[in-house]
């Protein structure tokens, strides 16, 4: 017996991968907060501050999602905490503290 077979598979597209608790979830809209140089009010000395972008999402593996539209590559996003920040907060960036980012996690009570 002799089979010849042929599968058409989807194109792969790149795509930006973000951490699952970078996205602010909300009936309104999904978003990421994006991190920005920006000036302080009082002392006029540079700051980091965040911006709201929306994002449209795509499909979710682990601890990543995939990020459609709304994002660059290169775009310095902020991984943790982001229920707490609105557009134009300014921000300490602390890199100690990273989320987990696998794409196929086994957790230790699983």
């Known amino acids: 017996m002799f089979a010849k077979v042929s599968?058409?598979?989807?194109?792969?597209?790149?795509?930006?991968?973000?951490?699952?608790?970078s996205v602010h979830y909300a009936p309104y809209g999904n978003s990421i907060f994006i991190v920005t140089d920006a000036k302080?009010?009082?002392?006029?000395?540079?700051?980091?501050?965040?911006?709201?972008q929306f994002v449209k999402l795509g499909a979710a593996r682990g601890d990543l999602i995939s990020v459609t539209s709304g994002?660059?590559?290169?775009?310095?996003?902020?991984?943790?905490?982001?229920?707490?920040?609105?557009?134009?907060?300014?921000?300490i960036?602390?890199?100690?503290?990273?989320?987990n980012s696998e794409a196929s996690p086994t957790p230790a009570n699983s």
């Open 71 to 91: 994002v660059k590559a290169g775009d310095e996003v902020v991984t943790s905490g982001v229920f707490r920040l609105k557009s134009g907060s300014t921000i």
């Open 40 to 52: 302080d009010e009082i002392t006029g000395k540079p700051v980091k501050a965040v911006k709201e």
């Open 7 to 21: 599968v058409v598979l989807p194109e792969r597209e790149p795509v930006i991968a973000l951490p699952v608790s």
């Open 93 to 99: 960036i602390n890199n100690e503290i990273q989320p």
